[in-house]
């Protein structure tokens, strides 16, 4: 890759894994052994506050149940990233020039490993946001472009590239859109409105309702859907396999924001796997992109995220934002280097799947799933008059993050509302915990992790109760 003085990654992105052999780690070889011993304790340490304590950072006089906004990383990984911009800037030539593609191409083998990918198939990037953009761009922004008095806008004598997405998208992901589109005369997004609340349906019904919509507002000249593996404001699981096959009756490529899916959902449709993410299912079931961060549910420091294509024309189709020495060398080369920055969090992705592994991903997940249920059971034993803790869809389309109703006599609260009560729990309660307006309606978002316990939920009870009166 350009002037750097490394093996060829490429090639070792595609060694059996019989056969794969590491990098050898430059750090200090006392910090790596402590580290594999805190790794290795890890298994035994009880879920929630204990474990919180040990491995966690956050500060213990906050009940902080918004796990879903940016994560919190893990003592272990956090360290190693540390230990990492320490080691770059000793020699840093010798880091940029020798050690980073190597160590790079490490984490991303091994990420690719931890979701069942293929390691040619998986590109490490700072955040989803990037991702996004990188599918979106490459798969919709035409070729040719014209210059007009307002600026560079793209144009074609084809049929418009279309873009559908529900309404409870990402705010991020409806903005690439609409900047994609402004730029594009040849663009068009179609965004599609669900009905909110799904809470009085079962749990087949609810999904049926999204199918449906998805395939009412989805046109048949559709050239890219975007669906949340879990939405951001809503906290709804979606069909992904359902939607994903109402998108390729179109003919359209299929990206899925999965920024809160790493680590805390791999099922489709409800067929969960013992995997951190179940990329052979998805790819099955249709998906063409997934886009992952890293530093939510999986815990890793700030600013690591992946970008799994299927292989051949989509690869090519994602187009990097920031073109570099390692364009047309490859799928990860091609997105890997965009300049002299930060590369330490991506560098300690192995680390931190070292940990998930100990702590066990059944047992994360079932610590979470059964948490998750206690929680709604406090809340709604607090909350149940007033049309409190309702959830906003069955119980079954939320997952370690679930939207629950505050008690109100009122239906048409706003978002200055929300913020207020969101406001009084942090500065009068210590609790962080966001508060959604939705159709009128306020809500928490709650999370679960693996250092919460049942008390953390009781404190968000009364501190709501105290707020409302």
């Known amino acids: 890759m350009g002037s750097f003085h490394s093996e060829d990654v490429e090639s070792k992105l595609k060694s059996p894994f019989e056969s794969y052999l590491p990098p050898s780690s430059p750090l200090c070889p006392s910090f790596l052994e402590k580290q594999a011993k805190l790794v290795a304790e ?194 709804l699981n979606m069909p992904l396999a359902a939607l994903a096959g109402v998108a390729r009756d179109r003919g359209a490529k299929v990206l899925i924001d999965g920024a809160h899916g790493l680590l805390a959902q791999s099922s489709v449709d409800g067929f969960a796997s013992d995997d951190a993410l179940d990329i ?60 002299c920055r930060d590369y330490s969090s991506a560098l300690s992705l192995p680390r931190t799947v070292d940990l998930w592994k100990s702590i066990g991903i059944r047992r994360t997940r079932s610590y979470m799933d059964a948490l998750s249920g206690t929680a709604l059971e406090i809340l709604q034993k607090s909350w149940g008059e007033r049309d409190g803790g309702r959830t906003l869809a069955p119980f079954e389309l939320h997952g370690p993050m679930t939207l629950v109703s505050l008690p109100s006599s009122s239906s048409d609260w706003t978002d200055t509302d929300a913020k207020a009560v969101q406001d009084a729990l942090h500065h009068d309660h210590m609790v962080e915990c966001p508060i959604k307006c939705i159709r009128g309606q306020l809500y928490a978002r709650i999370s679960v992790h693996v250092y919460n316990e049942a008390s953390d939920y009781e404190i968000l009870a009364s501190a709501v109760q105290k707020i409302m009166r």
């Open 42 to 235: 890890a298994a035994s340490i009880p879920l929630g506050h204990e474990l919180g304590r040990q491995h966690f950072l956050l500060d213990p006089s906050w009940t902080f149940i918004n796990h879903g906004a940016f994560g919190a990383a893990s003592r272990v990984g956090f360290s190693e990233a540390t230990q990492w911009r320490e080691h770059c800037e000793r020699q840093p030539l010798r880091f940029f020039d020798r050690d980073l593609l190597p160590h790079l191409a490490h984490s991303c083998y091994t990420m690719a490993r931890f979701i069942g990918a293929a390691p040619t198939d998986v590109a490490l990037l700072p955040n989803a946001t990037t991702g996004l953009n990188t599918v979106m761009r490459g798969v919709l922004e035409e070729e040719c472009a014209t210059t007009t008095g307002t600026g560079t806008r793209r144009s074609s004598s084809s049929a418009p590239r279309r873009i559908f997405m529900f309404d409870t998208a990402y705010g991020a992901v409806k903005k690439i859109a609409s900047d994609i589109a402004a730029r594009n005369l040849n663009v068009v997004v179609d965004v599609a409105p669900l009905p909110l609340p799904l809470s009085h349906l079962t749990t087949k019904e609810a999904r049926d309702v999204i199918v449906d919509v998805a395939n009412e507002y989805m046109h048949p000249d559709t050239s890219l859907a975007v669906f949340d593996h879990t939405t951001s404001n809503t906290a």
């Open 280 to 339: 052979a299912t998805l790819s099955n079931a249709g998906v063409d992109f997934y886009v992952a961060n890293c530093h939510k549910w999986f815990a890793s420091p700030k600013a690591a995220a992946l970008l799994w294509s299927r292989s051949g024309e989509c690869q090519q189709q994602c187009r990097p934002l920031v073109v570099s020495h390692g364009l047309g060398q490859g799928f990860f080369s091609s997105l890997a280097w965009d300049g």
